[in-house]
């Protein structure tokens, strides 16, 4: 599915590169893993091959595909979990965030800077709204061939 030097997303971590495929003796049997190097962190993971899909690690999004993230940026369509606890709308976003899917983690930022107009977040929800303009800028930067500070003004803009 990926080879070495190719990026790949993992969920909740963002965008990392593919530093190498080790083998390891797991109780009996040798199992291949990917070797991440998660860019943002420089935390190191590793993925089984076998089970890559299922962990939600995917490929940067395609250049074809950016337009369709900024689209769910300028759309206005606000979530009904607006009156929901703080804590509630934190579970709700983590796990769309988890899920791996910039489309989401689009979705999240996009409410939670809505939600930012209306009222002062909770300490989690500015955490988790920074978390998810991080991943996006990191992803976004990958997919157009762009500088992150580029990205992150496109991002303000369409925002404003």
């Given amino acids: 599915m990926f ?3 190719d990026f790949a997303v993992y969920p909740g971590h963002g965008v990392g590169a593919i530093e190498g495929i080790q083998s ?3 109780g009996g049997q040798v ?6 190097s998660i860019l943002d962190t420089k935390m190191t993971i590793m993925v089984p091959k076998e089970n890559a899909g299922g962990t939600g690690m995917r490929e ?3 250049r074809d595909k950016v337009p369709e993230v900024y689209a769910i940026l300028k759309s206005k369509e606000v979530s009904n979990n607006n009156h929901q606890p703080w804590n509630q709308r934190y579970r709700g976003y983590m796990e769309r965030i988890q899920s791996g ?3 989401e983690v689009a979705k999240v930022y996009r409410e939670l ?3 930012k107009g209306e ?5 989690g929800e500015r955490k988790l709204m920074d978390t998810a303009k991080r991943l996006l800028i990191k992803e976004l930067a990958i997919s157009k061939d762009a500088e992150e500070a580029d990205v992150g003004k496109e991002i303000q803009g369409i925002l404003l």
């Fill in 24 to 26: 390891l003796d797991m």
């Fill in 119 to 123: 009222k002062e977040l909770s300490f």
């Fill in 60 to 62: 940067v999004i395609g």
């Fill in 113 to 115: 800077y809505s939600l």
């Fill in 3 to 5: 080879e070495i030097g």
């Fill in 31 to 36: 199992q291949d893993f990917y070797v991440i």
């Fill in 101 to 103: 899917s910039i489309f």
